[in-house]
Structures are given as C-alpha cells and as structure tokens.
C-alpha cells in the first residue's frame, strides 16, 4: 500500500461563525500529482494553510511526511503561497541564495543549482537584476524557483498558473511533469481546469467548505458519464438551421447549442437517455460529417458539482450582511 504524503482525517477549520473546511477527509498518496479543485470561497487555500501549519485545525488532525506537522519536515517541502511576493530591492541570485540557505544549502552546489533553474524557466540574463525590474510572469518563475531549489519531496502550489501567458503557463506545466517524474509529490490548487486535467493523476474538490470529490482522472470520468454528444454539419454550413433542428428534436435531447462558427453543435441529453441510440438517430436523419460522444471533462464535473452561488462574490457579501472579516473571506 502507498504511504501518504497528506493525511487528513476530519478537520474543521472556522473563522468565527464561518466554517471554512467541514469535516475533511483526505488522503494525498506518496508520488502522486493532484488537483485541488473549487471555486473561490470553498476552503482550498485555508486547507494548504493547514497543510503548512501557517493555520491549525479546530478540530481534526492531519499529517505530512508521516509527521504530525509540516514544520518538522519543513525542509522536504516546497511551497508556492498564493499571495505573490518577492524581496524587491534583491537581487534575483540573492534572493534565491537566501531562500535556499534558509532551507540548507549553500557554495557552489546552491550557486550552480540557481544558474540551472534560471536555464529551466529561460531567464538566465536576469540573475543580477533586481527583483523589482522583472515583469510579474517573470516574478512568479522566480517564486516557483524558490519553492523548488532545494528539491523537495513534497511541492505546494497555490494557484500556480495565475497570472501566466499561455507561454509561460506552458512551460510551468513541463516542469511540474519533470518534477513529478523524478518521484516527487505536487499538489496544487488551480482554476485552470485544463491544466488540472492535462496534468494530475488524481484530483480533489471541495464546495463549501466540504469535499465533494475525491479520485482519479479515470475514476472520475468513469463516474461522471458523457452525456454531451458533437455533431458536425456536412457542407458549407447553409443548412446548419436545419440540423440544429432536428438534433433539437431527438428524443432525449434536452439542448443544442452551435459551438463555433463552423456550425459545430453539441446536444446536451437527459439523465438516463442512451447516448447510442442518439447518435444513431442523428446519423438515420441525414448526412452530417461526424457524431461522437464527447467524453466527461472536469469542467463538465465542476458545472454539475458547483452551484453557480458557490462564488467567494457571493460569499463575501454574505459575510459583509453578518460583519464578517472580508480577508477571512478570502482565505476560505
């Protein structure tokens, strides 16, 4: 049986009358690369707090690296907060040399491990610049250099990609794999789904404060069953009217929307309608050039699980209506 690198068994965290985590269960196998899932507001960044012994749970208790708290394995761990920031008026090279003292290196082994990352994330030329001269994008591979330059076995990434070009965002999704396929542990908590999906081996989401769901990338798509079937016109698209139409009316069917200009649609079914016989159905009616069954994406398992109210909006206002503390707010 795989060891756990996070355990968390029950913990509930409140920020006076607002219950942040509810009673959370979580178990993050060793070597494994998860998504932490849920929209603003649902706890995820209070529960990395907890992980990071920056909070305490109310109640519960958790372990990481098979220690009671993450101060005792402080230095197998390698943590990227969500709130950006860096020492401004440093030099990047002494910013990170401090960083990487901090954690136990130092002499040449620290020095040729900065040069090597600063290859990594192509900013060698900025090793001399001071912190304060670097684009933001620039500022944040900085900070992912921080959290990684003494080879952690466990990596925390709060939001990663915020704030990334697709570039950029890109290559930060090369390295995590590079990471993870030398052996490490990543968890990170991300509004990209695509990211998450490309990415993790698992995935765990919370709403509310409380975990709603918790596998594999397989499992979860085995859970949640396609009920979205993409139909592609024949021709020149003229007589896209008359094929939305007739998917509109198949039995089963529930909504058809035209995804793009080439009059590509989908048609969302009912629950318990055979998605075989839809498309069988489609193709009996007239000619259209392609009809598949498009499989589960976390999208779509986010829009089922999450109601549109979830919104750290909504829950902001609803602390503000009780003299709530909008920072608490935000860490929920």
């Not at 952690?152 to 290559?171: C, Q, T």
Request: a negative charge.
């Amino acid at each position: 049986m795989t060891a756990s690198a996070i355990h968390i068994e029950g913990v509930t965290k409140r920020f006076r009358d607002k219950v942040a985590v509810n009673d959370l269960h979580l178990d993050v196998p060793e070597g494994s690369l998860c998504g932490f899932l849920g929209p603003n507001g649902a706890g995820k960044t209070t529960t990395i707090r907890m992980v990071m012994s920056i909070f305490y749970p109310d109640a519960g208790k958790l372990s990481v690296l098979g220690k009671s708290t993450a101060i005792e394995s402080k230095d197998r761990i390698g943590y990227l907060p969500e709130e950006r920031g860096v020492y401004r008026k440093m030099k990047v090279v002494d910013f990170l040399t401090y960083l990487g003292n901090l954690k136990g290196l130092s002499g040449k082994d620290l020095s040729k491990r900065i040069d090597d990352w600063l290859e990594k994330v192509e900013l060698p030329e900025v090793r001399k610049k001071k912190c304060q001269e670097l684009s933001k994008g620039m500022q944040q591979k900085i900070q992912f250099l921080a959290a990684v330059i003494h080879d952690p076995d466990l990596i925390i990434l709060d939001e990663p990609f915020s704030g990334l070009d697709p570039v950029n965002a890109r290559l930060l999704r090369r390295l995590i794999t590079e990471l993870h396929d030398e052996g490490r542990t990543i968890i990170f908590s991300t509004h990209v789904l695509f990211s998450a999906e490309q990415l993790c081996d698992r995935v765990f989401m919370i709403n509310k404060g409380k975990k709603v769901l918790d596998g594999t990338i397989d499992q979860i798509r085995a859970e949640f069953d396609p009920k979205t079937v993409v139909v592609e016109p024949m021709g020149d698209g003229s007589s896209n009217g008359q094929l939305f139409g007739r998917v509109e009316g198949v039995p089963g069917v529930r909504s058809v929307i035209t995804t793009d200009e080439s009059g590509v649609l989908e048609a969302h079914l009912e629950e318990g309608a055979d998605p075989q016989q839809i498309m069988q159905t489609i193709m009996n009616g007239g000619p259209v050039r392609r009809v598949e069954l498009r499989r589960a994406t976390l999208e779509d398992v986010f829009v089922q699980l999450v109601d549109p109210g979830d919104s750290e909006d909504i829950l902001r206002e609803q602390l503000s209506g009780a003299g709530g503390d909008s920072e608490e707010a935000s860490d929920a």
